[in-house]
């Protein structure tokens, strides 16, 4: 089954709100088993509106269309799916007498602007007249087109409760077989992976695609077909060769996000850190407390930018400053040290480096870094290079902290 | 100038990945007096990409496309331009060379499948053969066809320093006349706002729209037409009318960031800032020095989760913390206190509360934050009820900081 998104309103061709209805609707249906080939997004004019709805309907087998369903001037989905389809509009009773309840219940004017609501193209059939969010369905020439309000609330209310259950009822069995799973991996380049996957030669009906996000890339396992053609076990095969290439480099799937991998790993092991960041400005610490249930094995730690929070809250000798400079391993040691005694933390990490623009010199250019991890036996000190403005520096600089905290932790079990 | 946005991807169309580009660009040429009248979404299919340029080729004067550049087997754009546009690819010889010459020092094999990256349609011009950021240009039937990667950022600065310049180069005058501003304002909700701003009966050549971007309202004031009608007078005093109506409560414009604005009123007062942070876990320093040149000041600060690194870091009384526990006023004014002490700052922030979704009690349920700000004479508590998950109570906590600071400052000076 194949299907098209469509989305209206001036205030996204405008660039003014960016949207995310049609985005997540394309996942919903991908994810239930249809193909989404084209999304458009059009302004508020009702020709342009108009054609797109019609080139999708000689096309695919449904449309969802959202936006223009409200009541101001502005709001035009209704008179071009009038014009284009050649359906006029006539009152919904049981919605135009709900309007008319409300308004004599405010003592407004009669013919309140609210009115235009209950107008719809003839053959619509309202999702929930009685209820305050806007939405129909029409079947015109054999597709199933759905008009939703383009508020995201009310749009993914509608999408879960109302769309999804309809569209499976429309044509039940047309629906492809989906199995998808996403790997992310960090500190690798998207071409070497390429050519790593490649080598492993994976039977033709499994897709692979390679999406960096910025700093990881993700690998998309994707098996799609009709059911009797799709079969689990060579999906899951794929799944198990790729891992197993990949090994560590892999950090989670689907939905991880780094810094709930590592939470869960410190839980696991029963461990509780503390963290001296300085070039990461308190990003490493946010990080892990962005994740529900951390103060189980987070204490807290320092932020401290300036050389004398160094050695006063972290105990980091004044001659190590003045001898390596504040962006050194030394430095990135004693910091690390220093907050493992004061937090009484099992493992600590610690940053220093130079985000720029500013700061940086021939011998320490901007995107130094130097990264140091602590237990109570050893400390492990790691320097990098990076490039990029200050908040990309920032961003790859504590993925890289929390990564080696990864793999500190998967060594250690 | 009419033009169209075409975004290409599977990632797109199975909503893996959420389009930001399209949005961009089209704010980006909208701000630029360009008027985009669709915006497609196409998965990494070459006849579906074939058909939407050619469509888009015949009813406007420029096009965007983004994405399918890379060297992957995925990448299909230059392929899908090539058939629809009856251009054979043929190689640039100076990428060639560069790519050549990289893979040569990095002893790679000699078909590698960066080469594909030098294969481009006949009369493709190419917008930094030298540099690491792929993009042509090409003109067809008159129509002026940016093609440019899919990567955010590769995309953004091509679209500034390339893509903008050419154009308003290419067909100059038949721009339209654009006066916008967004004022950014925390703390008011969208319907007081709107009611206000009606009390003020602007121009109707001036438009006003309201945008929620959590936790802020974006109000935008525009100006828009042919050179001739449009008066930067009637817009200017426009915005200075709204600008003494809602007065502080605006803390900045366009491209301003809360944390810039306060950086700025800390820097001009010579004022050292050191912070003390509980619930936010790091996100109220790590947003201070997201910012250039914030180390001029801030010092920097703790990160205290447990009650133990209250008590030894910020000098919290054992006392307080069993009598009202370590979300409460009482231990927000003693963190604020002990980290100015501590860093020997000026003046100093702290937060403690509840981010949920665990911890929340009867009394003291999931949102309940409590906000200090001191300086070495006074200390001031607010005590905030906020809703949402965890990230949303974090982030609107540490805008209610950085905005409780923008006003001390304010105040003070």
């Known amino acids: 089954m194949l299907g098209e998104i469509i989305a209206i309103g001036d205030e996204l061709t405008s660039g003014r709100i960016l949207n995310t209805t049609s985005g997540y609707a394309a996942r919903k249906l991908y994810d239930a088993g249809y193909t989404i080939h084209a999304m458009s997004t059009i302004g508020d004019t ?27 001037d502005d709001d035009l989905t209704n008179e071009a799916v009038s014009k284009a ?21 405010q003592a407004d004017a009669v013919d309140s602007p609210l009115e235009k609501l209950a107008w719809l193209p003839k053959g619509a059939d309202p999702f929930n007249p009685e209820s305050k969010i806007a939405g129909y369905q029409l079947i015109h020439d054999q597709t199933l087109i759905f008009f939703m309000p383009g508020i995201p609330s009310e749009m993914k209310e ?33 071409s070497g992976l390429n050519q790593m996957i490649n080598s492993l030669n994976l039977p033709e009906d499994i897709s692979i695609g390679y999406y960096p996000d910025f700093p990881d890339v993700h690998l998309s396992i994707l098996q799609r077909g009709k059911a009797r053609e799709v079969s689990p076990e060579r999906f899951e095969d794929a799944c198990r060769k790729v891992e197993h290439l990949l090994g560590s480099a892999i950090y989670g799937t689907d939905h991880d996000d780094l810094a709930l991998v590592v939470g869960k790993l410190l839980e696991d092991q029963s461990l509780q850190l503390g963290v001296a960041e300085s070039c990461t400005g308190g990003l490493i610490s946010q990080r892990i407390t962005s994740i529900p249930g951390s103060s189980n094995y987070f204490l807290g730690g320092a932020v401290t930018y300036s050389n004398e929070l160094k050695e006063k809250i972290l105990g980091v000798s004044h001659a190590d400053l003045e001898r390596f400079g504040a962006v050194s391993a030394e430095v990135a040691e004693a910091m690390a040290h220093g907050v493992l005694q004061n937090t ?8 220093t480096g130079i985000a720029g623009p500013g700061g940086g010199s021939p011998d320490k250019p901007v995107g130094t870094v130097y990264l140091a991890l602590a237990d109570k036996e050893n400390c492990q000190v790691i320097s990098c290079k990076f490039s990029g403005d200050r908040n990309r520096i920032q961003l790859i600089t504590a993925h890289t902290a929390l990564n080696m905290l990864r793999l500190y932790l998967i060594d250690k079990s």
């Open 344 to 351: 009484g933390a099992d493992v600590s990490l610690s940053s």
């Open 158 to 190: 509608l999408m879960s409760n109302t769309v999804l259950p309809r569209l499976a009822a429309w044509k039940a069995g047309s629906r492809l077989k989906t199995h998808r799973r996403i790997y992310k991996i960090f500190n690798m380049a998207e």
């Open 46 to 72: 009702p020709k342009l509106i108009g054609e797109a709805l019609l080139r999708a309907i000689t096309r695919v087998d449904f449309v969802i269309v959202t936006g223009g369903l409200g009541s101001t």
């Open 85 to 105: 389809l050649n359906r006029p509009t006539m009152p919904n009773l049981e919605i135009l007498s709900r309007i008319r309840a409300h308004l004599f219940s």
